[in-house]
T-cell receptor
Framework: GDSVTQMEGPVTLSEEAFLTINCTYT??????LFWYVQYPGEGLQLLLK?????DKGSNKGFEATYRKETTSFHLEKGSVQVSDSAVYFC??????????FGSGTQLTVLP | EAGVTQSPTHLIKTRGQQATLRCSPI?????VYWYQQALGLGLQFLLW???????NRGNFPPRFSGRQFPNYSSELNVNALELEDSALYLC??????????FGPGTRLTVT
Protein backbone atom coordinates (compact mmCIF):
# COMPACT_ATOMS: atom_id res chain seq x y z
CA GLY A 1 0.00 0.00 0.00
CA ASP A 2 0.87 3.65 -0.07
CA SER A 3 3.37 4.76 2.54
CA VAL A 4 5.58 7.63 3.61
CA THR A 5 9.02 7.34 5.18
CA GLN A 6 10.21 10.39 6.99
CA MET A 7 13.56 11.36 8.44
CA GLU A 8 13.75 10.43 12.10
CA GLY A 9 14.14 13.22 14.59
CA PRO A 10 14.59 15.09 16.68
CA VAL A 11 16.48 17.75 14.77
CA THR A 12 18.12 20.63 16.62
CA LEU A 13 19.49 23.62 14.72
CA SER A 14 20.77 27.07 15.51
CA GLU A 15 18.86 30.07 14.24
CA GLU A 16 19.64 30.92 10.59
CA ALA A 17 20.87 27.38 9.85
CA PHE A 18 19.78 25.47 6.74
CA LEU A 19 17.07 22.87 7.22
CA THR A 20 16.40 19.66 5.30
CA ILE A 21 13.86 17.07 6.38
CA ASN A 22 13.83 14.02 4.14
CA CYS A 23 10.64 12.37 2.95
CA THR A 24 10.28 9.48 0.52
CA TYR A 25 7.09 7.79 -0.56
CA THR A 26 5.70 4.63 -2.07
CA UNK A 27 2.51 5.04 -4.05
CA UNK A 28 0.51 3.82 -6.98
CA UNK A 29 0.48 6.53 -9.61
CA UNK A 30 1.42 10.11 -8.83
CA UNK A 31 -0.56 11.39 -5.87
CA UNK A 32 -0.41 14.90 -4.48
CA LEU A 33 2.15 15.32 -1.70
CA PHE A 34 1.84 17.49 1.40
CA TRP A 35 3.83 18.88 4.28
CA TYR A 36 1.93 19.70 7.47
CA VAL A 37 3.28 21.47 10.55
CA GLN A 38 2.13 21.07 14.14
CA TYR A 39 3.13 23.79 16.58
CA PRO A 40 3.17 22.89 20.29
CA GLY A 41 -0.30 22.29 21.66
CA GLU A 42 -2.03 22.84 18.32
CA GLY A 43 -3.56 20.91 15.45
CA LEU A 44 -2.02 20.41 12.02
CA GLN A 45 -1.58 23.25 9.56
CA LEU A 46 -1.03 22.76 5.86
CA LEU A 47 2.45 24.09 5.11
CA LEU A 48 2.74 23.37 1.39
CA LYS A 49 1.70 20.94 -1.30
CA UNK A 50 2.62 19.74 -4.78
CA UNK A 51 0.21 18.07 -7.14
CA UNK A 52 2.45 16.64 -9.88
CA UNK A 53 6.01 15.68 -10.69
CA UNK A 54 8.55 18.55 -10.69
CA ASP A 55 6.07 20.84 -8.92
CA LYS A 56 7.63 22.97 -6.20
CA GLY A 57 5.47 23.86 -3.22
CA SER A 58 6.50 26.85 -1.13
CA ASN A 59 5.24 28.78 1.86
CA LYS A 60 6.79 30.87 4.67
CA GLY A 61 10.28 30.31 3.27
CA PHE A 62 9.85 26.53 3.15
CA GLU A 63 10.12 24.65 -0.14
CA ALA A 64 9.69 21.09 -1.35
CA THR A 65 9.99 19.66 -4.85
CA TYR A 66 8.06 16.61 -6.05
CA ARG A 67 10.76 14.28 -7.44
CA LYS A 68 9.23 11.37 -9.33
CA GLU A 69 12.58 9.77 -10.19
CA THR A 70 13.66 9.53 -6.54
CA THR A 71 10.10 9.32 -5.09
CA SER A 72 11.01 12.11 -2.71
CA PHE A 73 9.51 15.33 -1.36
CA HIS A 74 12.20 16.77 0.93
CA LEU A 75 11.40 19.88 2.94
CA GLU A 76 13.97 22.70 2.95
CA LYS A 77 14.38 26.15 4.41
CA GLY A 78 17.39 28.34 3.93
CA SER A 79 17.38 30.09 7.29
CA VAL A 80 15.32 28.74 10.17
CA GLN A 81 13.93 30.83 13.00
CA VAL A 82 13.08 29.98 16.59
CA SER A 83 9.40 30.27 15.61
CA ASP A 84 9.84 27.34 13.19
CA SER A 85 10.21 24.95 16.13
CA ALA A 86 7.45 22.39 15.59
CA VAL A 87 6.74 18.87 14.36
CA TYR A 88 6.69 18.44 10.59
CA PHE A 89 4.71 15.69 8.84
CA CYS A 90 4.98 14.53 5.25
CA UNK A 91 1.74 13.04 3.85
CA UNK A 92 0.03 11.64 0.80
CA UNK A 93 -3.56 10.57 0.10
CA UNK A 94 -4.03 6.82 0.29
CA UNK A 95 -6.19 4.61 -1.89
CA UNK A 96 -9.29 5.33 0.19
CA UNK A 97 -8.71 9.09 0.24
CA UNK A 98 -7.49 9.29 3.80
CA UNK A 99 -4.11 10.92 4.32
CA UNK A 100 -1.20 8.67 5.14
CA PHE A 101 1.39 10.42 7.30
CA GLY A 102 5.03 9.96 7.98
CA SER A 103 6.13 9.54 11.58
CA GLY A 104 6.83 13.24 12.03
CA THR A 105 10.08 15.11 12.64
CA GLN A 106 10.50 17.26 15.73
CA LEU A 107 12.46 20.42 14.93
CA THR A 108 13.94 22.62 17.65
CA VAL A 109 15.62 25.88 16.68
CA LEU A 110 17.90 27.46 19.28
CA PRO A 111 18.52 31.22 19.45
CA GLU B 1 -13.72 31.97 5.99
CA ALA B 2 -13.94 29.91 9.16
CA GLY B 3 -11.68 26.89 9.43
CA VAL B 4 -12.43 23.48 10.87
CA THR B 5 -13.71 23.77 14.42
CA GLN B 6 -13.73 21.15 17.15
CA SER B 7 -15.29 20.95 20.58
CA PRO B 8 -14.58 20.59 23.36
CA THR B 9 -10.95 21.61 23.54
CA HIS B 10 -10.31 19.33 26.48
CA LEU B 11 -12.29 16.39 27.81
CA ILE B 12 -11.59 14.41 30.96
CA LYS B 13 -13.38 11.10 31.43
CA THR B 14 -13.15 8.07 33.66
CA ARG B 15 -12.36 4.60 32.36
CA GLY B 16 -15.55 2.89 31.18
CA GLN B 17 -17.39 6.12 30.38
CA GLN B 18 -18.36 7.39 26.93
CA ALA B 19 -16.89 10.42 25.18
CA THR B 20 -18.45 12.50 22.41
CA LEU B 21 -16.31 14.78 20.29
CA ARG B 22 -17.65 17.21 17.71
CA CYS B 23 -16.36 18.68 14.48
CA SER B 24 -17.61 21.30 12.05
CA PRO B 25 -15.99 21.28 8.62
CA ILE B 26 -15.12 24.21 6.42
CA UNK B 27 -18.21 25.51 4.66
CA UNK B 28 -18.75 23.58 1.43
CA UNK B 29 -16.64 20.59 2.44
CA UNK B 30 -18.60 17.34 2.45
CA UNK B 31 -15.91 15.00 3.80
CA VAL B 32 -14.85 14.74 7.43
CA TYR B 33 -11.95 12.64 8.68
CA TRP B 34 -11.02 11.69 12.22
CA TYR B 35 -7.48 10.92 13.38
CA GLN B 36 -6.02 9.87 16.69
CA GLN B 37 -2.66 11.21 17.80
CA ALA B 38 -1.54 9.35 20.88
CA LEU B 39 1.67 10.42 22.57
CA GLY B 40 4.64 9.12 20.60
CA LEU B 41 2.50 7.15 18.16
CA GLY B 42 1.99 9.53 15.29
CA LEU B 43 -1.25 10.09 13.43
CA GLN B 44 -3.60 7.14 13.07
CA PHE B 45 -6.59 7.28 10.71
CA LEU B 46 -9.88 6.54 12.45
CA LEU B 47 -12.89 7.30 10.26
CA TRP B 48 -13.94 9.00 7.04
CA UNK B 49 -17.45 10.35 6.46
CA UNK B 50 -18.74 11.77 3.22
CA UNK B 51 -22.27 12.88 2.36
CA UNK B 52 -23.58 11.41 5.60
CA UNK B 53 -22.12 7.95 5.09
CA UNK B 54 -19.16 6.18 6.67
CA UNK B 55 -16.77 5.55 3.76
CA ASN B 56 -13.80 4.00 5.49
CA ARG B 57 -12.46 3.21 8.92
CA GLY B 58 -9.01 2.52 10.26
CA ASN B 59 -7.83 -0.33 12.42
CA PHE B 60 -9.79 0.58 15.56
CA PRO B 61 -12.31 -1.44 17.57
CA PRO B 62 -16.07 -0.95 17.07
CA ARG B 63 -16.35 1.09 20.27
CA PHE B 64 -15.00 3.94 18.14
CA SER B 65 -17.93 5.15 16.06
CA GLY B 66 -19.43 8.30 14.73
CA ARG B 67 -21.81 9.92 12.37
CA GLN B 68 -22.14 12.81 9.99
CA PHE B 69 -25.13 15.11 10.05
CA PRO B 70 -26.99 16.68 7.10
CA ASN B 71 -25.02 19.92 7.61
CA TYR B 72 -21.80 17.81 7.27
CA SER B 73 -20.73 18.30 10.87
CA SER B 74 -19.65 15.14 12.61
CA GLU B 75 -19.49 13.41 15.96
CA LEU B 76 -16.96 10.87 17.15
CA ASN B 77 -18.13 8.60 19.95
CA VAL B 78 -15.82 6.46 22.02
CA ASN B 79 -17.55 3.94 24.25
CA ALA B 80 -16.16 1.99 27.19
CA LEU B 81 -13.17 4.29 27.48
CA GLU B 82 -9.79 2.77 28.21
CA LEU B 83 -6.69 4.49 29.53
CA GLU B 84 -4.94 4.08 26.16
CA ASP B 85 -7.68 6.13 24.47
CA SER B 86 -6.04 9.22 25.97
CA ALA B 87 -4.89 11.20 22.94
CA LEU B 88 -5.38 14.26 20.79
CA TYR B 89 -8.26 13.66 18.38
CA LEU B 90 -7.99 15.63 15.18
CA CYS B 91 -10.74 16.28 12.67
CA UNK B 92 -10.07 17.28 9.08
CA UNK B 93 -12.32 18.31 6.24
CA UNK B 94 -11.81 18.09 2.54
CA UNK B 95 -13.56 18.86 -0.70
CA UNK B 96 -13.31 15.89 -3.06
CA UNK B 97 -10.04 14.75 -1.55
CA UNK B 98 -8.03 17.69 -2.81
CA UNK B 99 -6.58 19.29 0.31
CA UNK B 100 -7.19 18.32 3.93
CA UNK B 101 -7.63 21.06 6.53
CA PHE B 102 -7.37 20.20 10.20
CA GLY B 103 -9.02 21.55 13.29
CA PRO B 104 -7.22 22.37 16.55
CA GLY B 105 -8.11 19.01 18.09
CA THR B 106 -9.77 17.71 21.24
CA ARG B 107 -7.47 16.51 24.00
CA LEU B 108 -9.12 13.47 25.63
CA THR B 109 -7.76 12.32 28.96
CA VAL B 110 -9.01 9.06 30.47
CA THR B 111 -8.31 8.52 34.16
Amino acid sequence: GDSVTQMEGPVTLSEEAFLTINCTYTATGYPSLFWYVQYPGEGLQLLLKATKADDKGSNKGFEATYRKETTSFHLEKGSVQVSDSAVYFCALPGSARQLTFGSGTQLTVLP
Amino acid sequence: EAGVTQSPTHLIKTRGQQATLRCSPISGHTSVYWYQQALGLGLQFLLWYDEGEERNRGNFPPRFSGRQFPNYSSELNVNALELEDSALYLCASSLAGSVWYFGPGTRLTVT
